[in-house]
T-cell receptor, first 115, second 112 residues
Framework: DADVTQTPRNRITKTGKRIMLECSQT?????MYWYRQDPGLGLQLIYY???????NKGEISDGYSVSRQAQAKFSLSLESAIPNQTALYFC??????????????FGDGTRLSIL | RKEVEQDPGPFNVPEGATVAFNCTYS??????FFWYRQDCRKEPKLLMS???SGNEDGRFTAQLNRASQYISLLIRDSKLSDSATYLC?????????????FGSGTRLLVRP
């Protein structure tokens, strides 16, 4: 089983719909992240959470919200989807060990298309 | 200037060639560095961390040049299976947030 699981893997929906992307992890990591990836733009951080009570905006948080339901679960919501939110979305986790040398580990991604 | 920059490529090399990519970063306070590999439409996968003294993992060598603020990835004896996009990532304790900033990636094509 994957350590970082995203659902759904693919979603096509219409403008104005509310969408929730879910991420769960079995790695026991405290830190979780949501990114979007567009061709040629690399990974852009949407939100991140360092523990259940900690939520932080990333560089492109407008139009998105998140919920950290438990250490292992971090969901991303698009309250009213718009076409320019069509992208590949990744969840990632990293450990907290008091140092910076902790890489992030990614889920398989969710391909979201908004018509 | 972007915080982390990479040449997008593509680098088109024959099998067996040696190829190197650089990644420059703007924040001199950056403290940890990584190389990821991403196949088309797949998730980034950690290739290797980059240590101050440089490190090697099989055909892959990573180096850090703090004075010039860049990291490099060298791939020796390229294989067809090395074709992918290589992302660098830099962790900066700017505001104690410990965020990874990713480059946009360098695409490598290894031809027969």
């Amino acid at each position: 089983d994957a350590d970082v699981t995203q659902t759904p893997r693919n979603r096509i929906t219409k403008t104005g719909k509310r969408i929730m992307l879910e991420c769960s992890q079995t790695k026991g990591h405290d830190r979780m992240y949501w990114y979007r990836q567009d061709p040629g733009l690399g990974l852009q951080l949407i939100y991140y959470s360092f523990d259940v009570k900690d939520i932080n905006k990333g560089e492109i948080s407008d139009g998105y919200s998140v919920s950290r339901q438990a250490q292992a679960k971090f969901s991303l919501s698009l309250e009213s989807a718009i076409p320019n939110q069509t992208a590949l979305y990744f969840c990632a986790t990293s450990d907290l060990k008091g140092t910076l040398n902790q890489p992030q580990h990614f889920g398989d991604g969710t391909r979201l298309s908004i018509l | 200037r972007k915080e982390v920059e990479q040449d997008p490529g593509p680098f088109n090399v024959p099998e067996g060639a040696t190829v190197a990519f650089n990644c420059t970063y703007s924040n001199s306070a950056s403290q940890s560095f990584f190389w990821y590999r991403q196949d088309c439409r797949k998730e980034p996968k950690l290739l290797m961390s980059v240590y101050s003294s440089g490190n090697e993992d099989g055909r892959f060598t990573a180096q850090l040049n703090r004075a010039s603020q860049y990291i490099s990835l060298l791939i020796r004896d390229s294989k067809l299976s090395d074709s992918a996009t290589y992302l660098c990532a830099v962790n900066t304790q700017g505001d104690s947030s410990y965020k990874l900033i990713f480059g946009s990636g360098t695409r490598l094509l290894v031809r027969p």
